[in-house]
């Protein structure tokens, strides 16, 4: 690969001229085997990169239509995004990586997305074989810490409803519940709904109140410009500002 680094050449392909070049690789603790020679490593700028934080990937789970269970259970569950290389004990935290352990299946980003793929096709599934395939993509102990919250959103309002009817669609009288549907509506925000569902978040608690309008505001919501210019969510916003600094953690 150094001839893509160094030249922009691959075989006898070359890149264009503005072309950007980068590659990903993994901590030397992670014992993948992908470490770079050192004269390799000396030709290029290496940097650390982060994980993202839990609203950065709710975010952008909202925009990628990630399953509202699962990110209802992001939201609840702060250890889904902490790094091994905080955790110095691997039994202090069950869901991630840790080299320490070889652990068969872990929570990531990526098998995140995966565990959400199996719950969007849960009604196909017995609990049995849903709760067995969310093992085999994200572990046991967050495998069954999402089976919770499975059942919690499988008995939340269907967004039909809510677009109906949103004056008398069913409230969660759980605060889990209702961030999960505030999850539900954002991802699927169209012209003809956003009037139902914004009548429908005036009647939840102000915590998801917050969480719908912080939602609406982020500049990466695709749905933003959709939102903002609904002349009810503009005049609910003028009188609710407060409930914009709702809690971003």
């Known amino acids: 690969m150094n001839r893509v ?3 922009g050449k691959f075989g006898s392909y070359t890149l264009h001229p503005d072309s950007r070049r980068f590659a990903t690789t993994n901590l030397a603790v992670e014992n993948v085997g992908d470490a770079l020679p050192a004269h390799v490593r000396n030709r290029l700028t290496v940097v650390n990169t982060r994980k993202p934080t839990k609203m950065e990937w709710i975010e952008w789970g909202i925009n990628n239509g990630i399953d509202h ?7 609840e569950t702060d250890k889904l995004f902490e790094s091994f290389e905080d955790v110095k004990d691997p039994a202090n935290n069950e869901y991630i990586f840790h080299p320490a352990v070889q652990r068969a299946a872990f929570f990531t980003g990526r098998s995140g997305h995966a565990a959400s793929d199996w719950v969007k096709q849960r009604q196909h599934l017995d609990n049995t074989t849903l709760t067995a395939a969310l093992i085999g993509t994200i572990g046991e102990a967050a495998a069954k810490d999402l089976m919770t919250f499975i059942a919690i959103a499988d008995k939340l309002p269907t967004l039909a409803s809510i677009k109906a009817d949103p004056h008398s669609a069913i409230i ?12 539900k509506m954002l991802g699927s925000v169209k012209r003809d709904n956003v009037d139902p569902y914004v009548d429908y978040m005036m009647r939840l608690d102000h915590e998801a ?4 309008a912080n939602g609406v505001r982020s500049e990466k919501y695709e749905h933003r410009d959709i939102v903002m210019q ?3 969510f503009t005049k609910w916003s003028m009188d609710n500002t407060k409930l914009f600094t709702a809690d971003k953690k």
Not at 69 to 75: H, N, T
Request: hydrophobic fraction near 50%; charged fraction near 15%.
């Open 230 to 232: 609904n002349r009810k």
């Open 69 to 75: 269970a699962v990110l209802g259970w992001a939201r």
């Open 209 to 212: 109140q917050g969480y719908f």
């Open 5 to 7: 680094f160094l030249e």
């Open 172 to 183: 969660p009288t759980v605060g889990s519940a209702a961030i999960m549907v505030v999850y």
